[in-house]
């Protein structure tokens, strides 16, 4: 208990010390519980529609929703059932009732003024027939449900993010043709829509507009009678219809539902958390940092203690105690800050579209469990090694003056063994650069980073010491003495100064890396696409659609162009000369789309695979099963015939514009593929006539203005819009990353204010002999300025190492333009200053205000 009473009474002596440290054990256990409450939170929101959306046991065509589904975006028609299936279903002993069901994911619905009424989120919209089970998960909300192939039930949010209202008009856009109808009414859903926009058709038009023919339907939704159970239902079922289709329950079609969202969950899920670990190593420096420099300050406090009878394991338990209490202290308000986070993300991801209500908030028992030890784990492994040291104060301690620390000395050992981690890691970035093969190479790009990192870290001190005089003699020396005195100080204590710096360091090292990366990311297309894009126009949906055959009507017809290249994907097995099988994704294109997308080839010429019966393959797969020009290879079409082509070219796979397809002509696919199982356009590419450029991308873009879900770039804006993508990526990662920014500020802030603490005495003095506050503060200023350009140079020189290996290697994937964007490095160094600046507000206006003659007294 007298080491709690100790413990307790110096973090309430030192909470001020304490609180910086406390703030970033806050932050870094508030993302952490953040990302767990944001996602188990969507979790829950899908949970619920997904059993709620679903009756007992649902039959649907064999393969839909699987890996095998040939239905939906590909063809643009959903896999149908016959009607007739309802009636089989309905007499099935155990049946309560059984209906027919449409829904269509290719549909686009816009209003009278064009609009799109999509999700801007990636979530799809969907057409279907509105039918008594519906109102499992929706009620109408306002006027009545479609009663003719007029009339259109609208969801509630899409109304009202919109502002659609009864009576306007909406068309829909379906393989089968437009279609125009006025709203009836809105239905609200019982339980919280992610961000799907929904339209409901009576039955008859739904099947007339959706899926072409009126005895059709995607789906027969069954109601088990009382007593049955949703097992024993599906097998009845199932033993009725012969194993002809899916059967499922209501728990499979749900858990269904959830793989499907289980990647996008999981992918933000882990990424957040990743961002969260940088922020908890960076607040690692902090809190060892505030620790070392408290014992240095306490040693003839410790060293009293000692001398009254402490023992060294008492002591360092008194400070781990401390270290304890300020995790705790932190991890309890993270914790809770967490929470808001979350609900601040949902509020975020509302505002973009994907509606989350916090009716939904899941907080499981984990989640403030795992924030607890995090931040108590972290803080006390943190403060490890300072109480080691304070174990290991004398009691002669306590006839010493007070206010340093024993050894400020960067160690022999030290360097040495950072200068061995750091060439270890620029060893292994080199063999990534040199890489030939991808698995190999980011397995040494991974090892080299975590060694660079380590070895920065340790080596940090060391290098202090030159980098902090070269930057005294650039930036500081203009200042006069002043500057020479913050020099003196930054250099007074390289373990300090090397720890504050390499804070700030790793978040930096991220931003310049991926800034590298991103640049080559742009360059690299941008070379590409001038290399080997010969069209100049593309159309293309931004959310993946497939181009439905009106507007594809209405792009050929336009004026001015010289052609117009289909390009659709098949699914195909193709059966190599050595019988081995694989399914491949056949591009079946027009014989201009060899100009339209120059491919390199390693035999044949590319234009004789778009012939009558031929096709070309890529030369891993030929080298993989001897293939070689003229051979003929067994093409079994999906739904369609089985082929036999002849190999009129091999493509090379070095080669990174459709990296790995494999060709065949529009004319060969339509011979063995029956008309209604043809997928559709996944692109196309056009090419004016010469001189008729402006004019011909003018008439596309008139011809395609009903169509908005699909997008009219020339070869500038394609660049622009790769540009903005990546740019777009990296400003939601450097956001990210600005967590691990701020904690390692506020370890400046810390660094300083501590520092300030620790001078106080040679403070007064320097008053006393003539130094004015605005000299004092310009020094405080002028260390933390120095300290955070330190870091600074050394993250970026890291991170633009890191970026290169990381280019190096991606070139193998066509990554082959290295671009380092010197204007973002040069503005992040510069900021950097401004960065230090800001830290030490606070730090310089305290040390002005401090009393001269109580300064002195100090001890």
Known sequence: MSVLRTSLRNVLAHKGRMALSAVAVLLSVAFVSGTLVFTDTMNTTFDKLFALDASDVTVSPRGAGGEDDDSGPATGRPEALPASLVERVAAVPGVESARGEVASTSVTVVDSHNKNMGSTTGAPTIAGNWTPGELRSMEIASGHAPRGPTEVLVDADTAEKHGLKIGDELRTIAVTGDFTARISGTAAFKVTNPGAAIVWFDTATAQQRLLGGKDLFTRVSVDAADGVGQERLKKDVASALGGKYQVRTQSEVADAGRQDVAGFLDVMKYAMLGFAGIALLVGVFLIVNTFSMLVAQRTREIGLLRAIGSSRSQVNRSVLVEAVLLGVFGSVLGVGAGVGLAIGLMELMSAVGMELSTSDLTIRWTTPVVGLVLGVVVTVVAAYAPARRAGKVSPMAALRDAGTPADRRAGRVRGILGLLLTAGGAAALIGAARSTEAADGSLLLGLGVVLTLIGFVVVGPLLAGGVVRVLGALVLRVFGPVGRLAERNALRNPRRTGATGAALMIGLALVAGLAVVGSSMVASATDELDRTVGADFIVMSPTGQPIMPQAERAMKDSDGLDHVTDYRIV??????????????????????????????????????????????????????????????????????????????????????????????????????????????????????????????????????????????????????????????????????????????????VNTLALSVVERTREIGLMRAIGLSRRQLRRMIRLESVVIALFGALLGLGLGMGWGTAAQKLLALEGLKVLEIPWPTILAVFVGSAFVGLIAALVPAFRAGRMNVLNAIASE
């Open 571 to 748: 699914d195909a097995v193709v059966t190599s000369p050595d019988g081995k099988k694989e399914t491949e994704g056949l591009v079946a294109a027009d014989p201009t789309y060899a100009s339209d997308l120059r491919r390199e080839t390693v035999a044949g010429e590319l234009p004789a695979a778009y012939g009558k019966d031929a096709m070309s393959v890529g030369d891993a797969y030929a080298n993989r099963h001897g293939v070689k020009l003229g051979d003929t290879l067994t093409v079994a079409f999906k739904g369609g015939e089985t082929a036999r082509l002849k190999v009129a070219a091999i493509t090379s796979d070095e080669d990174t514009v459709d990296r790995g397809a494999w060709y065949t002509g529009i004319t060969t696919v339509e011979k063995y593929l029956p008309a209604e199982k043809m997928p559709q356009n996944a692109i196309m590419f056009a090419k004016a006539r010469d001189g008729q450029e402006a004019a011909a991308y003018s008439a596309l873009k008139k011809a395609l203005a009903a169509y908005p879900q699909y997008d009219v770039r020339d070869q500038t804006d394609y660049k622009k819009q790769l540009e903005d993508q990546v740019g777009q990526l990296l400003n939601i990662v450097y956001g990210l990353l600005a967590l691990a920014i701020i904690v390692a500020v506020l370890g400046v």
